[in-house]
């Protein structure tokens, strides 16, 4: 694999956005490559995350920045525009034959279209959909203003097999995007999501204290079940701590909540950087993720793979992509059929205590292990080998 050539983009991310998702990444990706490799991003990202990147195995390059989420026409052909002038320029100054983009947008597949088209040495495309798959399935419009062509599902389906791979990260994800687009389904691969771990002091022997502490972080949005916290945190309040570890961007505290909870921290004015972000988190003993059911058909979750870096269990609902988790890792938290079951759940750990939690620590720590840059490196190799066996 030494010999491949490849280039990895995120030219969306702005501040934080998934430093730790593309770290990750980038980890696995030099693992299965055993090189250094180079990761291209704009000005934004490259200036707030140089620290977070090991940089004896990846070269931070700035790049052009595409905003794809203005809905207007002009700003997506821009964003398409920048995407190929990107690689054309990589393709020049490196002689990349491959470019792997960790954030898929309609943008960049039909930016890749136009550089095979304008080029006779074509490029090999690893697509990796992170999150915006359930975009496919609601068909969601770029912009009102773009014909259909442009649209989320059908620009996916466009994806040409001779040159391109789509990258999932769960099994759940390739099966149903096989459904619901079975022409795509030769070209899906499937990585585990990975798990970016730093080892830090103090997590594995958190000592106890008086109340059980139950947290919740993430995007505080009604479909990750923001507002399920909440009422299970004003049932419960009186006799244990509840932290919202996210920004309330949609008032669902301030609007619903604030007169009938107060929370033992939380919502945050505005987003933690990562050390103390993971010191919060690391101060709970339970996340509470009481999600919509079908949100997670065409996503996984960082969340969950957040709860396995710092081995702190999970209490969740169960759907194909929990009970696919709970299967491959065994007991790694709790899983509850129903909200009314997670209620009493809550209420015999505050009354009782958790008796399984060295079960889940080791659990945990295994998961952990099993989506390390090594393992995830070997997964890529496998995904990389199978496209060149097709040139």
Not at 161 to 186: G, M, R
Not at 203 to 229: I, W
């Amino acid at each position: 694999m030494k010999n491949k050539n490849i280039a990895v983009l995120d030219l969306f991310a702005q501040g934080k956005r998934h430093v730790a998702f593309n770290v990750a990444m980038s980890e696995s990706i030099y693992s299965a490559l055993g090189k250094k490799i180079n990761f291209y991003c704009n000005k934004n990202y490259y200036t707030q995350n140089q620290n977070y990147f090991n940089r004896q195995h990846v070269n931070l390059i700035e790049s052009y920045n595409v905003d794809v989420r203005r809905p207007y026409r002009l700003a997506f052909f821009k964003s398409v525009w920048r995407f190929f002038l990107a690689f054309k320029k990589i393709k020049k100054q490196t002689n990349a034959t491959d470019f792997f983009i960790l954030e898929t947008t309609p943008a960049a597949i039909w930016a890749s279209k136009l550089i095979n088209l304008f080029t006779s040495n074509k490029s090999n495309f690893y697509f990796l959909f992170h999150g915006d798959l359930s975009t496919v399935k609601e068909n969601k419009r770029v912009s009102p203003l773009l014909p259909r062509w442009f649209n989320y599902k059908y620009s996916v389906s466009k994806i040409p097999p001779q040159y391109a791979t789509i990258i999932v990260l769960e099994h759940h994800i390739k099966n149903n995007l096989s459904q619901l687009l079975p022409e795509l389904e030769p070209s899906i691969a499937c990585l585990p999501h990975p798990a970016y771990y730093q080892d830090k002091t103090g997590n594995e022997s958190k000592e106890s204290h008086g109340k059980l502490s139950f947290g919740y972080f993430g995007t505080a949005t009604l479909d990750k079940g923001f507002d399920r916290f909440l009422e299970l945190a004003t049932q419960h309040q009186s006799r244990a701590e509840f932290k919202a570890i996210t920004t309330d961007t949609k008032n669902i505290y301030r609007e619903h909540f604030a007169d009938k909870v107060q929370l033992t921290m939380g919502p945050l004015e505005k987003a933690l950087c990562y050390d103390d972000f993971y010191q919060t988190l690391t101060s709970c003993d339970f996340v509470i993720l009481p999600f919509r059911y079908d949100y997670y058909q065409f996503a996984a979750s960082g969340v969950m793979i957040d709860c396995m870096n710092m081995l702190i269990p999970m209490i969740t609902l169960r759907n194909e992509y929990t009970e696919n988790l709970f299967k491959q890792h065994g007991q790694i938290g709790y899983l509850c059929d129903n909200l009314d079951d997670m209620n009493k759940l809550i209420q015999t750990l505050i009354q009782q205590g958790c008796k399984q939690s060295d079960e889940f620590k080791n659990n945990l720590r295994q998961a952990r292990a099993d989506r390390n840059e090594q393992a995830c490196g070997k997964t890529l190799t496998h995904i990389f080998s199978l496209r060149d066996n097709r040139q």
